[in-house]
């Protein structure tokens, strides 16, 4: 019986890497019809494998291990794929180059070493009008740094070995991540199976595999601090030394899970989270040390500004503020919107982390994840810009909760790609309200059924 089921999914499985390859291999960021041809079936048989199989009603070891062979292998083929949906490959490209030859990119604008004629090699104006963001600092923090510069000493020369290599290195960071998953998944007594609804979905591997977004880095690190904190109140100093190692290395990733730091208080305590929070700390700025100098505070905070000041891309609650700033001043007032937006989420999140919440045991297991589920959705439904590999730690945390509605965004977040199609480009507001409005919906159908019934997937 095994052999049949296992043998069953051949078919599904094989189409996906079709589907993968044709949009790895075949795609450009402005062909909309050939990107939705291949991620819509691609997704639609991904929400198809999950219900059909014996994942969430039972454990079957061979199926489990079949599908995430299969998500490795979906990964392993867009490793040798350019990044053709995202021109932020050449910014990292560009950092590393200037990190192998000794140059802080923290220091100044990219634009600075071609208005100053600085001869460095491999900085020239094909590399600068290959990527956007011109005129704003890096904000990619040390462990995404280090990935760029070890792509750039490799392979000096060529853009294309250079992706390959950092693709590597997010390769390795996702069969990890999804050993911790399964590793997490039966610490806590949760069905394995779900470990499937990261490992295949299409979003992650499109976004972090093809596209080269280092989100991968940072979901593993993440996993890995918990991972080492086994028992949140017996903790042992070995644990949080560990821990907060990783904690940190996930930070110095990309800078998001800083939101989730406030939540270990109730789970250590406040003596154990303080010393948790001193250990991440110091870890977090030996990390920084070698790319610290006096310019750095200041050029870091003005790109992190700029996010939420000047970028807007997909955004919720913003879009309908930025209507009503436009009745009342006649402008669009992003500067106030954008940090007034940034401050709500910042309260909504403490409160999530310090007030008392009315647990529903039909609802959760176990009890960080969705809290951590929930604060990031606070700040994504807050912020001014959201890309789609933004969804990465939804979908990971949501893996260990019954909530679904990630899933679901992560399928209808992928109509934004419509807007590199237009020329000039512009936003289309209307796929922007479709995506909010389907996953809204979606979510008040969770809440009120109490997750009791059985779900698509």
């Not at 079936?41 to 494998?49: C, E, G, I, K, T």
């Not at 079957?60 to 998500?71: E, G």
């Not at 109730?266 to 006096?294: E, M, Q």
């Not at 109509?415 to 995506?435: G, K």
Request: with cysteine.
């Amino acid at each position: 019986m095994n052999i049949l089921v296992k043998y069953a999914h051949w078919p599904a499985a094989m189409l996906m890497v079709a589907l993968t390859i044709g949009l790895g291999y075949f795609t450009e960021q402005n062909e909309f019809p050939k990107i939705i041809g291949f991620y819509a079936p691609w997704f639609l048989l991904y929400l198809f494998v999950l219900p059909r199989s014996p994942f969430t009603i039972r454990q079957s070891p061979v199926n489990i291990q079949f599908w995430l062979a299969i998500a490795l292998l979906l990964r392993l083929i867009l490793v040798f794929s350019m990044p053709n949906l995202s021109n932020d490959v050449y910014r990292f490209i560009w950092d590393g180059r200037l990190l192998v030859q000794g140059y802080n990119p923290f220091d100044h604008q990219p634009v600075y070493y071609l208005e100053n004629a600085i001869p460095i090699k491999g900085i020239d104006r094909a590399l600068f009008d290959a990527f956007g963001a011109k005129n704003t600092y890096t904000v990619y923090p040390p462990v995404a740094q280090a990935q760029f510069g070890s792509a750039c000493w490799l392979f000096p020369e060529s853009i294309y070995w250079g992706s390959v290599v950092m693709k590597c290195w997010l390769f390795a960071f996702e069969a990890g991540t999804l050993c911790l998953l399964v590793k997490l998944l039966k610490r806590h007594n949760l069905p394995t199976g779900n470990v499937l609804l990261y490992a295949l979905n299409p979003l992650i591997i499109t976004e972090i595999m093809g596209n080269l977004h280092f989100e991968g880095a940072m979901v593993f690190f993440l996993l890995l601090a918990f991972w080492l904190l086994p028992n949140y109140r017996k903790a042992t100093f070995n644990n949080l030394i560990l821990s907060a190692g990783a904690f940190a290395l996930s930070i110095c990733s990309k800078l998001l899970t800083l939101l989730f730091l406030p939540f270990l208080v109730k789970w250590l305590g406040w003596r154990r989270s303080l010393l948790y929070f001193l250990l991440t700390g110091l870890f977090t700025v030996l990390l920084f040390v070698p790319i610290v100098n006096s310019t750095f505070l200041l050029n870091f905070g003005d790109s992190l500004n700029l996010y939420f000041q000047k970028l807007e891309y997909n955004a919720s609650l913003y879009y309908v503020l930025r209507w009503v700033g436009f009745q009342i001043w006649g402008y669009n007032n992003i500067a106030l919107i954008g940090p007034l937006l940034g401050l709500v989420a910042m309260g909504v999140i403490l409160w999530m982390a310090f007030g008392k919440w009315k647990r529903d045991s039909r609802l959760q297991q176990i009890e960080w994840p969705e809290k951590w589920l929930f604060a990031i959705c606070v700040y994504l439904l807050c912020t001014t810009t959201l890309h789609p590999w933004y969804l990465a730690l939804p979908i990971a945390l949501c893996v260990f909760t019954k909530w679904r509605f990630p899933i679901v965004w992560s399928g209808m977040i992928f109509l934004t790609y419509i807007n590199y199609s237009y020329d000039p480009y512009h936003e289309n507001l209307w796929l922007v309200a479709l995506e909010y409005l389907t996953v809204l919906a979606w979510f008040l159908y969770e809440w009120k059924s109490g997750r009791e019934k059985a779900l698509p997937f």
